[in-house]
C-alpha cells in the first residue's frame, strides 16, 4: 500500500518558535509539496520540490522554509511560526508526469498560540 | 494562467439524491483533470481523473467527463450515501510546471 505520512497529526506551537513539519513518502517519487488548507481558500501551495536538493516556491512561500535531503523527505520549516500560521498542512508526492495523481498524506493541524 | 473555479458549498442532500458538483477551469493546452475527496480528519484520495478530452473518469459511482467546449468536467452522481459526505476538490496540473492548482472545495452532507 503506498504511503504518505507526515511526521503529526496535531501540533500546539508558540510564536516565536521554530517549528518542522516532516513528511516521508514511499513510492520513490521525484516530486513532492506541501500546501495549507484553510477553509473557503481550498489548498494553497506553500513549496514543492522536483528532486533532492531542489525546490521552487509556491503561491504562499513567506514565513517558510523547506529541506529535501533526500529523495523520500520533504521537511517544512516555519523559522518564526505566527498565529497567523495556524492551519492545516498537507504534504504530497507525485511522479513527474501531468498524468499522474498526487498522494496525500493525512495532513498536520497546527496550532500557533 | 490557469484557473479551476468550483460551485461553493455547501451542498445538502438526501440519501439516493442527484448529485452534481460543477468545475470549469481554464488552461494552456488539454491538460489531465482530477478530482480528490476528502473524508473528515483525512488528507486527499484521487476519486478519478481524465487524461484527454471526452474522457469519462469514474470511480465508487461517481463519474466526470471532461468536455473541451465548454471548459468542464463536473462530477455526478446518481444516488449518494451518507458515506459520501466528504469535501470534493476539482484539479488540473498547471502547463510547464509541476505545480496543480485546486479549486476551493465543495462540501457535501447527506442526510438518512
Known amino acids: 500500500d503506498v504511503k504518505v505520512t507526515q511526521s503529526s497529526r496535531y501540533l500546539v506551537k508558540r510564536t516565536g518558535e521554530k517549528v518542522f513539519l516532516e513528511c516521508v513518502q514511499d513510492?520513490?517519487?521525484?516530486?513532492m509539496f506541501w500546501y495549507r488548507q484553510d477553509p473557503g481558500l481550498g489548498l494553497r501551495l506553500i513549496y514543492f520540490?522536483?528532486?533532492?536538493?531542489?525546490?521552487e516556491k509556491g503561491d504562499i512561500p513567506e514565513g517558510y522554509s523547506v529541506s529535501r535531503e533526500k529523495k523520500e523527505r520533504f521537511s517544512l520549516i516555519l523559522e518564526s511560526a505566527s498565529t497567523n500560521q495556524t492551519s492545516m498542512y498537507l504534504c504530497?508526492?507525485?511522479?513527474?508526469?501531468?498524468?499522474?495523481?498526487?498522494?496525500f498524506g493525512p495532513g498536520t493541524r497546527l496550532t500557533v498560540l | 494562467g490557469d484557473s479551476v473555479t468550483q460551485m461553493e458549498g455547501p451542498v445538502t442532500l438526501s440519501e439516493e439524491a442527484f448529485l452534481t458538483i460543477n468545475c470549469t477551469y481554464t488552461?494552456?493546452?488539454?491538460?489531465?483533470l482530477f478530482w480528490y475527496v476528502q473524508y473528515p480528519g483525512e488528507g486527499l484520495q484521487l476519486l478519478l481523473k481524465?487524461?484527454?478530452?471526452?474522457d469519462k473518469g469514474s470511480n465508487k459511482g461517481f463519474e466526470a467527463t471532461y468536455r473541451k467546449e465548454t471548459t468542464s468536467f463536473h462530477l455526478e452522481k446518481g444516488s449518494v450515501q451518507v458515506s459520501d459526505s466528504a469535501v470534493y476538490f476539482c484539479?488540473?496540473?498547471?502547463?510547464?510546471?509541476?505545480?496543480?492548482?485546486f479549486g476551493t472545495g465543495t462540501r457535501l452532507k447527506v442526510l438518512a
Open positions: 504530497a508526492s507525485a511522479a513527474p508526469s501531468s498524468y499522474n495523481e498526487q498522494f
Open positions: 513510492m520513490d517519487h521525484e516530486n
Open positions: 520540490s522536483y528532486d533532492v536538493k531542489m525546490k
Open positions: 488552461a494552456t493546452g488539454y491538460p489531465s
Open positions: 481524465a487524461t484527454k478530452a471526452d
Open positions: 484539479a488540473l496540473p498547471t502547463s510547464g510546471t509541476y505545480k496543480y492548482i
